[in-house]
């Protein structure tokens, strides 16, 4: 009976907790958020301001791409940190990883030629925060839009054409609502998306995230009339544009 009990209440803490409960249940005790700062350095080494990746430059720096990787492996989130150094940690964590993914399979013309007819790359197991080891969908979609902020989709990258930019700097905890506002703005001014008050064609991320945007404003275009200044009907058609898979290289 007190089993059942305690079980009970577990399972009770693990739903209400809008962040993932395993990385935090193996790194309660206080700890100190690892530093971005290599991350930030290779940014800028091999990221153009538009965001096309030099893979090639990254693999000739992969020694000190998996130092930065092993320092985010090593220092999973704690209970005491805020919500913007979790947040910060999983995006940077997404994007280096999914760095390190090219770089281990280079050269591909495509992340979507990595895996098998049956397996994806966004489902392969390959990162390791602390004593655990998770895909790129579990810390996307298992972690850190469970955090609620519909901004994030811009602020990942999966090393494709189609997807929001990579940014050639880390995101960080004290400059991130600066940062995720920036990086929403600058995908839908892009040619990822055709967005005026006449015509509204927008990124497959709308339609595959549809309920994110209308979680955080109500509707897709009321998030984006809030992040371009625009005044789109709310009731206009929308379609969307064919996603570019391949590989966004430099």
């Known amino acids: 009976m007190i ?16 962040f993932n409960e395993k990385v935090l249940a193996n790194n309660v005790q206080p700890s100190e958020p690892p530093s971005h700062q290599i991350w930030t350095e290779l940014l800028q ?5 538009d965001g096309m990746v030099d893979y ?14 092993k320092r985010l492996s090593d220092h999973p989130p704690a209970d005491n940190w805020t919500e913007n150094e979790k947040k910060a940690y999983l995006i940077n964590t997404y994007n280096a990883f999914t760095v390190l993914l090219i770089v281990d399979n280079y050269p591909l013309e495509s ?14 197991k390959f990162i390791k925060i602390g004593k655990d080891t998770y895909s ?15 901004r994030v989709h ?9 997807c929001p930019k990579l940014e050639n700097e880390a995101f960080i905890p ?27 064609r927008l990124s497959k991320i709308f ?19 809030e992040h371009i200044d625009k005044n789109i009907p709310p009731d206009m058609d929308t379609d969307h544009l064919d996603y570019d898979w391949s590989l966004n290289e430099k």
Request: with cysteine; aromatic share 10%; proline share 2%.
């Open 56 to 69: 090639k430059g990254f693999r000739d720096d992969k020694d000190k791409l998996l130092s930065y990787t």
């Open 3 to 18: 089993k059942h009990i305690l079980l009970s209440f577990l399972i009770s803490i693990l739903l209400l907790n809008p």
């Open 136 to 150: 790129l969908n579990d810390v996307e979609k298992g972690m850190l839009l469970k955090m609620g902020d519909a």
């Open 207 to 225: 339609k595959w995230y549809a309920s994110d945007f209308k979680e955080h404003s109500g509707s897709v275009i009321n998030f984006i009339n």
């Open 174 to 200: 004290s400059r991130l609502d600066q940062q995720l506002n920036k990086a929403t703005k600058v995908f839908l001014r892009s040619d990822k998306n055709q967005v005026s008050e006449d015509e509204l």
């Open 154 to 162: 811009f602020a990942v990258n999966c090393a494709s054409f189609s």
């Open 111 to 124: 992340i979507k030629d990595i895996g098998g007819f049956l397996s994806s790359p966004f489902s392969k």
């Open 45 to 49: 080494e091999h990221v153009t301001e």
